[in-house]
């Protein structure tokens, strides 16, 4: 996350703004269309009793057992969006219908009480099993389908059951055939069966209570995005320059069509960040630190990179900092010393 000095002049007065003082409301805002979205793909999905409740919060999200979805708030306004892309990429819109439906996913499942069934326990694990942040997945495991950048699924049972949700209620996800061979494929069946099920019975919980509302969001932009800012270019602290230095041209060799190696990589820092993510699972904010900080040490050690082998570059940089994310993944650090 760059520092607050970055952030464009123009949307820079949000700053110091409570976020319960800047009106922001769901209805007429530019993210009420996804939601719309969602609920008519509910309704194709023969779903029509089931329309969970959405509301703006600090963050994605759906409160233990209560059948509510919470969005960030920055998506319903303009400029806290460009702020949200500056400090912290923006999702697009692929990005947030994949995040409803995953938390529409988690809602169904608190609507019908699913989880207390001896049938979802069985195929996705016990409820109650301790929810960790950090967690070790199993890349490419078949027993999980994905969904969302990572290895999702396997964090906990209530995240594979919405991440199998997501993926059944994706138009023209072609489960079947996608999940023909894996034993995922049992838990799309269920969802499949028990959502028709579900069309001709009202939800056993058709509402739950809302998790913090920007109404009671009553710090400033600024200091929700300090609160949230759990890692940065410095927390990423590895000697990279060794590696970079045989990737790139050091200062003192003359070479034609030299461009800055930073410079390169800034205009490619997205594609990098979301391709290490979704094949590693690590989590985006640690992945964009890690790109940041090898554009760092590029820009401080005046590396080079010749103009026109762009792809080259990337192909070697998405394979290196695949790897040192997968150390991170599986070992808890980037590089072992």
Not at 62 to 74: A, E, K, L, N
Not at 118 to 135: I, M, Q, S, T, V
Request: aromatic content about 12%; some cysteine.
């Amino acid at each position: 996350m760059p520092g607050f000095e970055q952030t464009p002049p123009d949307i820079r007065d949000l700053l110091g703004k409570r976020i319960s003082q800047l009106g922001l409301r769901l209805e007429g805002s530019p993210v009420e269309r996804f939601v719309q979205q969602l609920y008519r793909e509910l309704e194709r999905k023969g779903l029509r009793r089931f329309r969970p409740l959405c509301y703006l919060t600090d963050e994605w999200g759906c409160p233990d057992g209560q059948p509510v979805i919470g969005i960030p708030f920055y998506l319903a306004d303009p400029q806290l969006a460009r702020l949200e892309r500056a400090m912290n990429d923006l999702e697009d819109s692929r990005e947030i219908m994949m995040y409803l439906r995953h938390e529409a996913g988690h809602a169904f499942n608190y609507s019908y009480r699913l989880y207390v069934t001896p049938e979802w326990r069985r195929l996705f694990g016990p409820y109650n099993r301790r929810y960790r942040d950090h967690y070790r997945p199993v890349p490419f495991s078949r027993k999980h389908v994905r969904h969302l950048a990572g290895w999702y699924a396997q964090k906990h049972p209530d995240e594979d059951f919405a991440e199998t949700f997501a993926v059944w209620l994706t138009p023209r996800s072609n489960w079947r055939k996608k999940y023909r061979e894996w034993s995922a494929l049992q838990k799309l069946r269920y969802v499949d069966r028990v959502a028709r099920h579900a069309r001709g019975h009202d939800p056993a919980v058709p509402t739950g209570d809302v998790d913090i509302t920007v109404e009671d969001m009553k710090v400033t932009v600024e200091q929700h995005y300090k609160r949230f800012k759990k890692y940065n270019g410095a927390g990423v602290n590895v000697a990279l320059e060794s590696d970079l230095v045989d990737l790139f041209i050091p200062p003192g060799r003359r070479r034609r069509n030299l461009r800055p190696a930073a410079e390169m990589l800034e205009e490619h820092r997205m594609l990098l960040t979301d391709k290490i993510t979704y094949w590693t699972g690590v989590k985006r904010p640690v992945v964009r630190a890690l790109v940041e900080r090898i554009i760092r040490t590029c820009r401080e050690h005046s590396l080079s990179s010749i103009a026109g082998r762009e792809e080259t570059y990337l192909v070697e940089l998405t394979a290196y900092g695949t790897t040192l994310a997968m150390n991170y993944l599986t070992r808890g650090r980037f590089i072992q010393t």
